[in-house]
């Protein structure tokens, strides 16, 4: 790796690494200050339905400023929104409402910074002309380190409570992660946050997206990152089975999991079902990355999307304790180069003015879907029982996925990348040059 891709992996980490830490330290110091579960899950639903509405609006904010300003200002907005809680705390005391201000101010930092990173990678593999396949292999590693630090960051967590208790000092390392990612950020040539202009918009006969002002200007951007979303089957398809994908591991994780693993009489076995997908999500992704050139997408997808049904069904079967276990490490192995291979082609498809845009609409979709199932299968829980509702689970996914292994929306993986652009959308820059004329430098993906 260059030094700017092991920069670009530095600030995704220790930004990750704070997340993980946070998410181990923020609930237990809302339950230390208010003494309440339910202002915990107050708190919680704030900053995710915040969350979620930023992230629609993110994608516009990431299309109009260069991408590595915008996530190391992100990264500072994280860090200081946590720095705040032990100072808010010395002089007035941390209560209810700091908590979901200082949180809602967090999502703003944490929402922007995730889809501008995103849209960073393929502009990073474009200007250092890097060898076939390694925006695979860059992704792929990608999908790895989440994976280990899904891991490290609650268990760092964790051990920071052991040791020291909870309290909002703790706090600071989480802040020092954070503003330590935007440094890192900094180091990044600006260029490569820069935004390509020479896309053309969807059906706007080649005006410049950046035209127009005010609230009617901000709306047809976020409209164009929907249009594009919705008009193109290949990146709608990734969106909704990845959303599937995590609305049920969220309802198993949160819902039929522990209840099962309480009527068994072992509930510390719940802790590691993340284990074992992140577990498996690292192999997964590693094998992809190793493999990738010599194993084609479409049979890494084949393989990912039947290892899903079949582990989805295993799991949801509820057989006995060992098998939840092993079904959840299974889980992980597929879906790590599912999420990766998923994750490149639709870099690939979106053009680069649009990418912030359409990863942005992408990803409040992802947040959205747990909100609008997890709900509804713990009804479907409390009314027919755990065992109905694990079988009812894996059949959804498995429905889901062989769907998906049909669709023709999948089965042009190994093409080359324009070739998987609407029809309504072309995004190479000689599209429309005179013949004769000079070529356009390359296209960065």
């Known amino acids: 790796m260059t030094r700017h891709t092991l920069a670009y992996f530095g600030a995704y980490s220790l930004s990750l690494l704070g997340n993980g830490i946070a998410s181990v330290?923020?609930?237990l110091l809302v339950l230390a200050k208010t003494g309440d579960v339910l202002a915990a899950g107050i708190v919680a639903t704030a900053t995710t339905g915040v969350g979620a509405v930023v992230g629609v609006f993110a994608g516009a904010v990431v299309d109009r400023f260069n991408r590595r300003t915008v996530s190391v200002v992100s990264d500072v907005l994280s860090a200081a929104s946590v720095a705040a809680l032990p100072i808010v705390d010395a002089l007035w005391g941390l209560h209810l409402t700091w908590f979901i201000v200082l949180g809602v101010i967090g999502a703003f930092g944490d929402v922007p910074g995730l889809t501008a990173r995103e849209s960073l990678l393929p502009r990073l593999v474009a200007r250092q002309r890097s060898a076939p396949h390694a925006l695979d292999r860059l992704v792929g590693i990608r999908e790895g380190v989440s994976g280990v630090l899904l891991i490290a960051g609650p268990g760092l967590g964790g051990l920071i409570v052991w040791l020291f208790g909870v309290s909002a000092t703790a706090m600071w390392v989480t802040a020092a992660t954070s503003l330590a990612a935007a440094i890192v950020s900094l180091t990044l040539p600006r260029d490569i946050g820069a935004i390509n202009t020479t896309d053309t918009d969807i059906d706007s006969g080649g005006t410049d997206a950046y035209t127009g002002t005010g609230t009617a200007r901000i709306l047809r951007d976020l409209l164009d990152g929907w249009k594009?979303?919705?008009?193109?089957?290949?990146?709608?398809?990734?969106?909704?089975?990845?959303?599937?994908?995590?609305?049920?591991?969220?309802?198993?994780?949160?819902?039929?999991?522990?209840?099962?693993?309480?009527?068994?009489?072992?509930?510390?076995?719940?802790?590691?079902?993340?284990?074992?997908i992140a577990l498996g999500s690292i192999v997964g992704a590693g094998l992809y990355s190793a493999t990738i050139g010599r194993v084609s997408r479409r049979t890494w997808f084949v393989v990912a999307v039947c290892g899903s049904a079949i582990g989805f069904l295993a799991l949801g079967s509820l057989?006995?304790?060992?098998?939840?276990?092993?079904?959840?490490?299974?889980?992980?192995?597929?879906?790590?180069?599912?999420?990766?291979?998923?994750?490149?082609?639709?870099?690939?498809a979106i053009p680069d003015r649009l990418r912030g845009r359409v990863l942005g609409a992408?990803?409040?979709?992802?947040?959205?879907?747990?909100?609008?199932?997890v709900t509804p299968i713990a009804a479907f829980a409390a009314g027919f029982g755990l065992a109905a509702a694990g079988l009812a689970v894996g059949a959804l996914v498995t429905v889901v996925m062989l769907a998906a292994l049909v669709s023709p929306a999948f089965r042009g993986l190994d093409a080359p990348a324009q070739d998987r652009l609407p029809v309504a959308f072309d995004a190479t820059p000689d599209a429309g040059r005179p013949p004769g004329a000079p070529h356009s430098p390359t296209p960065e993906v």
Do not use: M
């Not at 992408?362 to 199932?373: E, F, I, K, S």
């Open 25 to 27: 330290l923020f609930p």
């Open 228 to 276: 594009f979303l919705f008009g193109h089957r290949l990146v709608l398809g990734a969106a909704l089975v990845s959303a599937l994908s995590v609305a049920v591991l969220t309802a198993l994780q949160v819902v039929i999991l522990p209840a099962y693993f309480t009527d068994v009489d072992l509930p510390g076995l719940t802790g590691l079902v993340i284990f074992g």
């Open 319 to 348: 057989a006995a304790p060992w098998v939840v276990l092993i079904a959840t490490v299974w889980i992980g192995l597929t879906n790590g180069p599912f999420s990766a291979l998923i994750g490149v082609v639709t870099i690939e």
């Open 362 to 373: 992408q990803n409040a979709v992802l947040l959205a879907a747990p909100a609008l199932l």
